[in-house]
């Protein structure tokens, strides 16, 4: 007997093309192909909201039926390949292909009648591609009402009046000097980031925070991180802290603060199979200089590898001894650092101790733990290639 779930799971996933769904349509009528599209496009929003996949969540029966769809979806090849120009999350990389045992299968899968058009069946026809703004007005969609916006709203007249007497400056957004009680401008909308939530391990095992930001137009969102400084780096920009202000934290930044170098992640071009063959080896080092610069005659330089590299991710420090902040990322990836000789043209055997094998997400995600304090409660697994909570 069929319990209560599957059964829910085969009535959704079996209605790949919405037919359940409910909800009041304004938009003419579509045909196959749109509403194919249009029943993915709502698993990519909630995604794109939620930072992670639908889940076999049924408490939530608009994420259960999503759930559903998606499992249904992956247990289609045809309909995986129609939807690929649309798999912005790479939902589809990872999933084994569909067993196929008889022509009854592939028959049995076909729920728009494909098989007996004679035209390309994985060409979409009368479907406009995605479109990125679209995404962004259905979220902005999503936001709420911010019940205690009074609290926030002398804040919002504060800012405005700093804003037009130039105690404050609007300025290009950095996602890691966003923190709780930064002002930004995004889509010509002032917020304020009111949360920051403990950072958690999403859908894709990347450590992210999920905020409190609260509009001037007396709108919340409850957005990730990462998104926000996306969607700034893009559409927005940040507010500077007002002149004159004592900063409490050192990855803020005003006019007044002096850079003292820069954090750089470098990737090895090395011909060498020593080298060539591990995944995820990286340099992490400190220059006081233009990287550029620095790294010119790699291919010269036993700390190099003696071969040329490419600059994969920098971080420019303001107020602060970057030395220490590089001896914390060595210290944190201790365990998984190169061991190998490197002979220089002057015939010396040389050991390089700044290569180590962390994927780059897992590198900035550390420099990210060190800036606001919060590496004390992790550390690197070699084996994984993941940062763990410690126990």
């Not at 962004?136 to 009402?145: G, M, N, P």
């Not at 950072?199 to 926000?228: C, I, W, Y």
């Not at 233009?290 to 330089?301: L, S, T, V, Y």
Request: glycine share 6%; charged share 35%.
């Amino acid at each position: 007997m069929l319990d209560k779930e599957s059964v829910l799971d085969e009535i959704f996933a079996s209605d790949i093309d919405g037919i359940l769904n409910t909800k009041p349509k304004i938009t003419p009528a579509q045909n196959e192909d749109q509403r194919l599209v249009a029943t993915f496009e709502e698993i990519n929003s909630f995604i794109d909201e939620n930072g992670n996949e639908p889940t076999r969540n049924m408490s939530d029966m608009h994420e259960a039926k999503l759930f559903s769809r998606l499992k249904g979806l992956r247990e289609q090849a045809d309909k995986m390949q129609q939807l690929k120009a649309y798999d912005r999350h790479k939902l589809f990389e990872v999933e084994d292909e569909v067993e196929i045992n008889s022509i009854d299968d592939i028959f049995g899968g076909d729920d728009f009648g494909l098989l007996d058009d004679e035209e390309d069946i994985f060409t979409l026809t009368h479907v406009e591609k995605y479109d990125g703004n679209k995404a962004e007005a259905d979220f902005v969609a999503t936001r709420e009402k911010c019940e205690e916006f009074e609290k926030y709203e002398s804040l919002f007249t504060e800012c405005q009046a700093d804003l037009k007497d130039e105690k404050r400056k609007l300025v290009p957004s950095i996602e890691r000097q966003l923190m709780v009680g930064t002002f930004c401008v995004l889509d010509g909308v002032l917020l304020y980031i009111a949360e920051i939530k403990h950072a958690k391990r999403g859908n894709s095992n990347k450590l992210n925070r999920r905020t409190l930001l609260v509009f001037e137009n007396g709108t919340q969102s409850r957005m990730l991180l990462r998104s926000l400084g996306k969607r700034l780096k893009d559409k927005g920009k940040m507010v500077t802290s007002r002149d004159g202000e004592e900063l409490a934290n050192l990855n803020q930044i005003s006019k007044e603060d002096k850079s003292t170098g820069y954090i750089y992640v470098l990737k090895s071009k090395s011909e060498d199979d020593r080298i060539k063959s591990k995944a995820n080896l990286y340099k992490i080092g400190f220059s006081s200089t233009a990287i550029q610069e620095r790294i010119k005659n790699a291919e010269n330089e036993p700390t190099y590898l003696m071969a040329p590299v490419s600059l994969e991710s920098a971080y420019e420090t303001y107020n602060m001894n970057p030395h220490k902040l590089e001896q914390l990322l060595h210290r944190f990836f201790g365990n998984s650092c190169l061991d190998v000789d490197i002979q220089g043209h002057d015939g010396k055997i040389h050991r390089p101790r700044e290569w180590f094998i962390a994927p780059i997400d897992v590198i900035e995600s550390a420099i990210e733990l060190i800036i606001s304090g919060g590496i004390v409660n992790y550390q690197y697994d070699s084996e994984s290639e993941q940062i763990m909570e410690k126990t």
